[in-house]
Structure formats: structure tokens, C-alpha cells
């Protein structure tokens, strides 16, 4: 493989592996001084095939090292995804001397002879902070008689009982499990009956709690990613129910379906494990079923979407999942420009320099009359992407259908939207780097991530109104000094 194929579309402020197939982010843990990234992969192939644990560790979450291969398949089956704790109190008997990490994953074996495939629950422990794994010698420590799809626990320390809870996709449910020590489970309760999208399987869920911002009130959240449709169009996605948790049960306060993203390229997200300064902080997979085994990357596949601090806002009386950038990211942007104020009337696009690199750019826009308005990233002369406000209907579409190759696959090209409240006044956060955009409304109020395919970022984005005029206040541009760009 010649080394600017491997180079081609890589991200820079993003994971991604060196080589070959990455899916859904496992075992994000914070231990020691150091960010844990396990990830859903391939070693063998840039196409999915049997799984591995992939491991990269950060100080940061946004500049990681990508490490050796943290578990392997064995006789119990191929490694599919789960979480990572700490396990202070040495609950498992694992740590006589010193704290250390426990993965909780799923084994998965491929049915045979016209039987279901069999999927199981298991433990490995690290003492030298994830860098070797000695597998549980009483693997799987759960399983089911009867459910086909039975995976992707997510472990967390409950206070108020003791407990771990294990969190786990059950077909089109969620179960909860408890245990003194991560080896004996009870069940708790089953959620999901009757209630959000079953447009798919459910898998990698979480369950967490999440501070209503300026407030000290805490809701439990539950996030659900649910697997590809082919009948429709948005493919794999996550949702999530905001309610309570008891220890035991989860309750939603509402009915109607809530989706984390709008975009189609944030799927398995989860959080991380032991934050010490409390942050819930998550990142996803940033692609889609639908077409995740074919995009136009060689040598490898996959990224993940930047960490993203989590809390809630009540907007339009409900209370919503607002994501931001981690803080982290701030110091990759060392060359701040502010925009000057403009009017921008129809058919006078408004346009600004960037450096070619990754970066962000944040706009302030107030709609005067337009009809419609927004931003062009122009990335070559043939290639652009576009996200344009339409203030009839109040929605956010993101065009990629010229931003490079989408025909390695008909969905790629379909159009991303978000319905907003209102558009007379909106903020934009775009964060680009080298094949993704990702977009933040109103102060993390609203997420769109979209994965892209130019053949450069490009030098160049403007501003757009149509049918009248918008007006640019407290804008800016961020990018690392050209000398800065790795
Ligand atoms: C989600 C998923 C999980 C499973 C893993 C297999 O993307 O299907 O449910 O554990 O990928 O790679």
C-alpha cells in the first residue's frame, strides 16, 4: 500500500486506525492520567470481518497513540463491543494490591448448522493500565437461553446501592443487570416495549446521568443506537429517553422519539468511565451501516467523531441532549480570526479565507428577510459542501452531494436535515477536518455530523442569502498556525 493512499482522507483531529476495519468506540475509560479508546476491529481486512479490541490511549481525546491489539477471539468467540471500568474497590477480587481495569464485553459466535448465533458476556482485567489483558477463567459470566442478539454491556458503579449495572441491548430492549462484583449478575428490569424507534435492533446502549445545565439538577438519560433499515433512509442512528432510574428500573418522562444527531455519520456512541472532574463526555462512531464497508478510504476504514461534553437544556419546553466539543480541542486552534460584521444581501456572497487545514468556524447569523441563507465550504473548484437554513420551514439541510465520491453508494448522497424552532437567529459551530464536518446550532442545542470526501479542505467558505438579506455579528475563524499543522 503506498503511504498517500493510507494518507488520503485521514483525519487530524479525529481517531481513526493506521490500517484496516474500525467500528463502534468500547471500553472508554479515564485511568491513571490517560483517556482509553478500545474500538470494534479488523486487523486483517478494511472491511468488517471476525472482531478484535483495537486500543488507543490520549491524554487528550483528540491526538491519540494507537497501541497493540487489547483482546483477541478465543474459544468463547469473536469480541464484539462493551465498556471499561475501574474497579477501585476490587469488587472482583482481581486487584489484592492496586486498582486496575476491567473490560466487559461481549463474546460472539456465528451460528452453525442452521442455529442461531450465540452471544455471551465476558471479562478480561489488566493490571499495567491496559497494555496486557488476562481473560476471566469462568467466561461468560452471562448469557441467555433464548435471546439471539444479547450484547454490548455497558458497567457502571451505582453509589446509592452498591452495585454495578450493567446496561445491555437485548433484541428490541434494554436490560438491566446488577452485581456485587462484576462475575454474578441479577436481572433487573427490561425497558423498550412500546415505546421509541424499533426501527432496528437495539445495541450499545448507556445509561448515565446528565446535569441540567445551570441548574443542579441531574436526569438519567438512556442512549440507544439502533441498527440499519435498509428501508430507510437515515440507516443506523441513536436515540435516546430522558426519565429516572431507581437502581433498578428506568422510567422515560416522555413518549415522542429523540435522536442524538442529525446527521447520518454518528453511530454506538457511549461515555466515558471514571471522568475525575465529573464531565460525562461521549464519542460515537462517525459512519453508518449503510454504507460504512464501502467508503472511498484504502488501507483503512473509520473514525470516530470528536469527544463531546454532554448535558441538557430545556428548549421549547423539553429538555434536550446538548453536545459540545470537548474544551480539549480549544488549544488546536492557536490562529483565532474575528469576521467583521456584514450584511449580506442576495446574490452578494460574503467570502472568507481559511488556511486549507482543519479548524472551525463559528457564525452568528440574524435573518433580516432572507428566505434562505448559509454557508458554502468551497474545497476545490468543482468540490463544495453546503448547509443552507430554509426559514419557511425552519430546517438545517447539509449537501454533500459535491463535496467528492458519494457514488460508492446511493444513500451517501441524500440530503441530512434538522428541524429547528425558528431561524431568525441562529449559531453555527462547524468543526472540519480532512473528510468530516461536524455541526453544532445554538450552543450544542442541535448536533449534525456528516462525514465528507474532498480532495482538499480548501481555502475558502462564504455566505450565502436568498430573497433578501442576514446579517454576521461575533463570528470567527479558528485554525492551527500554518506552521502548527501536523
Ligand atoms: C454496533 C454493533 C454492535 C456489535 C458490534 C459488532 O455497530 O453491531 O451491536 O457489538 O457492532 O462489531
Known sequence: MAIQDLQKYRPEIHFAPK???????????????????FFQYNPNDSVWGPMHWGHAVSKDMITWE???????????GTIFSGSAVVDWKNTTGFFPDEPGLVAIFTHHKDGVEGKPQVQTQSLAYSHDKGRSWTKYEGNPVLGHATKVDFRDPKVFWLQDTDKWIMVLATGQTITFYSSPNLIDWQIESEFGDNIGSHDGVWECPDLLQLKVEGSNEEKWVLFVSIGDNP???AGSRTQYFIGSFDGSTFKAEHTDIRWLDFGKDNYAGVSFSDVLDGRRIYLGWMSNWRYANEVPTEGWRSQMTLPRELSLREVADKYQVVQKAVKELDSYFSNKEDLEETIVRESETKSYKMTNSYGEIVLNIQRVDATQFGITLKHTEEQSTTLKFDSKEDVLVLDRLKSGPHDFSENFSKEQSLKLEDTTKVQLRLVIDSSSVEVFVNDGAYALTSLIYPDEIGEEFSVFAVDGTVKITDSYVSQPQKNQIT
Open 19 to 37: 490500517e484496516n476495519w474500525m467500528n463502534d468506540p468500547n471500553g472508554l475509560v479515564y485511568f491513571e492520567g490517560e483517556y482509553h479508546l
Open 66 to 76: 494507537e497501541l497493540d491489539i487489547a483482546l483477541y477471539p478465543d474459544e468463547n
Open 231 to 233: 428501508q430507510l433512509d
